[in-house]
């Protein structure tokens, strides 16, 4: 089993910028590619971002190339979101996700995921 949770989150202005965390309880984090999401009110989840097991793989939803960007320290167990730039569309709550892959094609569909974090609220003000 592995648990995630998720911090950073808060209020911010447009243009401000958040860094959210992921910390992962489990013994192999870097056999996991790991993903961010995000869920606006009365909407899917969508994909945000993932990194491969080792790093060397990126991807982003095309909605935010430039502005996030995406990073894991696997000696610590923990992935991250630097958040730039926020939009009023921004707004949503992050999660993150733990794929147990560790092939170099990054997946997007959230049903490939293992595990999920609670969630952190990220609210851009206009």
């Known amino acids: 089993q592995v648990r995630l949770v998720e911090s950073g989150g808060g209020l911010v202005q447009a243009g401000g910028s958040l860094r959210l965390s992921c910390v992962a309880s489990v013994g192999t984090f870097s056999l996991y590619a790991m993903g961010w999401f995000r869920q606006a009110p009365g909407k899917e989840r969508e994909f945000v971002a993932a990194?491969?097991?080792?790093?060397?793989?990126?991807l982003y939803v095309d909605s935010v190339k430039g502005r996030f960007t995406i990073s894991r320290d696997n000696a610590k167990n923990t992935v991250y979101l630097q958040m730039n730039t926020l939009k009023p569309e921004d707004t949503a709550v992050y999660y993150c996700?733990?794929?147990?892959?560790?092939?170099?094609?990054?997946?997007?569909?959230?049903?490939?995921?293992?595990?999920w974090g609670q969630g952190t609220q990220v609210t851009v003000s206009s």
């Open positions: 996700a733990a794929d147990y892959y560790q092939g170099t094609t990054l997946r997007v569909l959230p049903r490939n995921y293992d595990y």
């Open positions: 990194i491969s097991s080792s790093g060397g793989n990126i």
